[in-house]
């Protein structure tokens, strides 16, 4: 398996900038397709940005898409959530996960998305957008 740390959370203002972070150690880092995914209390679950293993292919929740960037450093095993023109109702804990299968080679919108494709969960960091 693969372990994460997520960082770079933190607290800033409506229309500001965050670049999150995620790193990982075990496996071979570059084989498997990393998802973010936020939760805000009382709410579900929901996903937020993906990137598939190779060829890095990027997905988004339409929520995000315009604002946010995903990428990956393969040589640095992280993966990168640039959010841009934040808004209040980003407001959430912002995990990271690891696809249960190493160089998947599915490349849909919609089996990134799903929470049950990850099997390893970083353990969150918190971003607030105040108004």
């Known amino acids: 398996q693969v372990q994460l740390v997520e960082s770079g959370g933190g607290l800033v203002q409506a229309g500001g900038s965050l670049r999150l972070s995620c790193t990982a150690s075990?496996?071979?880092?570059?084989?498997?397709?990393i998802g973010w995914f936020r939760q805000a209390p009382g709410t579900e679950r929901e996903f937020v940005a993906a990137?598939?293993?190779?060829?890095?292919?990027?997905y988004y929740a339409d929520s995000v898409k315009g604002r946010f960037t995903i990428s990956r450093d393969n040589d640095k095993n992280t993966v990168f959530l640039q959010m841009n023109s934040l808004k209040p109702e980003d407001t959430a804990t912002y995990y990271c996960?690891?696809?249960?299968?190493?160089?998947?080679?599915?490349?849909?919108?919609?089996?990134?998305?799903?929470?049950?494709?990850?099997?390893?969960w970083g353990q969150g960091t918190q971003v607030t957008v105040s108004s």
């Open positions: 990137i598939s293993w190779n060829p890095s292919r990027t």
């Open positions: 996960a690891a696809d249960r299968r190493e160089r998947s080679t599915e490349y849909t919108g919609r089996y990134y998305s799903t929470a049950a494709t990850y099997n390893s």
């Open positions: 075990g496996r071979t880092f570059s084989w498997y397709a």
